[in-house]
């Protein structure tokens, strides 16, 4: 069955359903008709949520209790812990009605009217169709299992605990504009431009951030700081993103993780091809592949492709064993990296080369360091991959300090990649800590002091407004 997905049709109510099913109980056999209309919607829902990802962030760590939450999403205001979307009617959406439902996917704003983050992707899934809404309530109202199990509670610093300051965020950076196909373009870029837009927000990660951390709407895909991991540029420029790449390429990274010379997924990119994409039909994802090669390319001050840099180095090899050979970079490359990816950086069956690699050529660390800091666990095309974290809180019997994990940054990339990043402890400290910080979380420690600034200048302009009136009263 091929899942016609934000196709634009009508939204049909559940009251004009009921009477579509009372009309087939008057014809006969409309048990069965209603019964396959229902498995449909569910199905569709299924696959929608697969689509959105769902699972990733509303699962914890080990996956047994689908749906039930207690999974940390880490931002720069802290951590916002993903609830339980199971039908649970005591913890979960089990007492929410379809409307409620939609309100908080596409608004932000659960059924006891409290604000969501946009840790979870509302101004994305806002172009998520009424009919894709139904389809998505159907399935977890009536198909995922309820796991009676209470959320964590989000606890940010003040002001980001205020939730209804969400709405003056969402006044200012969300669009409640349905998707509307264009018609200059064809049903498959209408396809694509839909779930790349709506239900893979794509956006949410490939895209950087404003001060008050809104999308930049004038670099859409041109990169952004998931905190430890950096969401590269995908955009089609031929330098700074993925022009150089083939529709062949582009599809095999989507089911796979992993194409030979390019690139391999780690971080949240792993979980969006373990969870999401490979599990998509091959059509989806031919679409997703011509919208994205047709968005507006976006360059940078880079000149040469992450994608391009260094040939096999024997440096390794020559300095192995030589007198002199004191550079902590290289000693713990040949202690702890080779026996892996080679001597000389050309990998192995299972692990990748350093070179011609977009992490080791990219023009910012983050992603080298977020490797070695948490690993690389992807199960995709068939492929189990797992590379170990060598960050204290990973991998504490094999942990790297700070100063380490520089040092052999400094050596992969001086080695097999761009030679201009230069990576210090602090970087790796910072990176660690949720990366660089923006402008409206800086701010925040201060904002007690101006809301007080801010009530003692209103009840003085209060007080002015008042004695002046008095005088012209008293004249």
């Known amino acids: ?16 359903r009921g009477m579509i099913a009372v009309a087939a109980l008057a014809a006969g056999g409309s048990a069965a008709f209603a ?16 689509a959105s990802d769902c699972v990733a962030c509303h699962t914890a760590p080990g996956g047994s209790e689908k749906y039930a939450g207690g999974y940390a999403v880490q931002s720069p ?19 929410w009605s379809e409307e ?19 840790a979870m992707p509302y101004p994305s899934y806002a172009k998520i169709t009424d009919e894709d809404i139904a389809a998505l309530y159907a399935y977890f109202i009536h198909e995922v299992t309820p796991v009676d199990k209470p959320n964590v509670k989000t606890e940010l610093e003040f002001p980001f605990s205020v939730r209804a ?11 409640r504009t349905r998707f509307q196909p264009d018609a200059t373009q064809s049903a498959e870029w209408n396809r694509g431009a839909y779930l790349a837009e709506g239900p893979a927000h794509c956006s949410t990660c490939h895209t950087p951030r404003n001060a008050l951390m809104g999308e930049d709407a004038s670099q859409t895909y041109a990169g952004g700081s998931l905190g430890l991991w950096y969401a590269p540029n995908i955009t089609p420029h031929k330098i700074a993103g993925i022009g150089s790449w083939s529709r ?42 011509t919208y ?31 007198p002199g050979a004191d550079d902590p970079g290289f000693r713990l490359f040949s202690g702890t990296c080779a026996a892996c990816h080679g001597v000389n950086g050309q990998g192995a069956k299972d692990y990748p080369s350093l070179y011609n690699n977009a992490v080791t050529g990219a023009d910012r660390p983050d992603n080298l360091i977020a490797t070695i800091v948490e690993g690389v666990h992807r199960n995709a ?41 230069k990576v210090t402890a602090d970087q790796v400290t910072e990176l660690r800590n949720g990366g660089p910080k923006p402008l409206i979380v800086k701010l925040a420690p201060y904002t007690p002091y101006a809301a007080a600034v801010g009530v003692v200048v209103f009840l003085l302009a209060i007080w002015g407004v008042l004695r002046l009136i008095r005088r012209r009263q008293a004249a």
Not at 1 to 16: D, H, T, V
Not at 295 to 306: H, K, L, Y
Request: aromatic fraction near 8%; charged fraction near 20%; charge should be negative.
């Open 292 to 322: 994205v090669q047709s968005v507006p390319a976006i360059g940078s001050a880079e000149t040469v492709s992450r994608f391009d840099y260094a040939p096999p180095n024997e440096t390794e090899a020559v300095l192995r064993g030589a």
């Open 165 to 175: 300051s969400m709405a003056g965020w969402n006044m200012l950076f969300l669009d």
């Open 1 to 16: 069955m091929r899942l016609k997905i934000g196709a634009p049709e009508p939204r049909k109510s559940n009251a004009f």
């Open 381 to 421: 095309g068939g492929v189990a991959t797992m590379m170990p974290g060598f960050g204290p809180a990973a991998y504490p019997t094999e942990s790297l300090s700070d100063q380490e994990i520089a040092d052999v940054s400094n050596y992969v990339f001086a080695t097999f990649g761009n030679p201009a990043v």
């Open 35 to 50: 019964q396959d209309a229902d498995k449909t919607l569910i199905e569709r829902g299924r696959y929608l949520s697969t």
């Open 100 to 118: 409620e439902f939609a309100r908080a996917v596409r608004d932000g704003i659960a059924k006891d009217g409290s604000h969501l983050y946009p």
């Open 248 to 289: 062949d390429d582009l599809t095999q990274y989507l089911r796979t993780g992993n194409v030979i010379g390019k690139s391999q997924a780690g971080g949240a990119m792993a979980e969006a091809i373990e969870h999401s994409f490979q599990h998509l039909t091959d059509d989806d994802i031919n679409a997703i592949v």
């Open 77 to 95: 205001m802290g951590a916002i812990w993903a609830t339980n979307i199971t039908p649970s009617k005591e913890f979960g959406i089990g007492n």
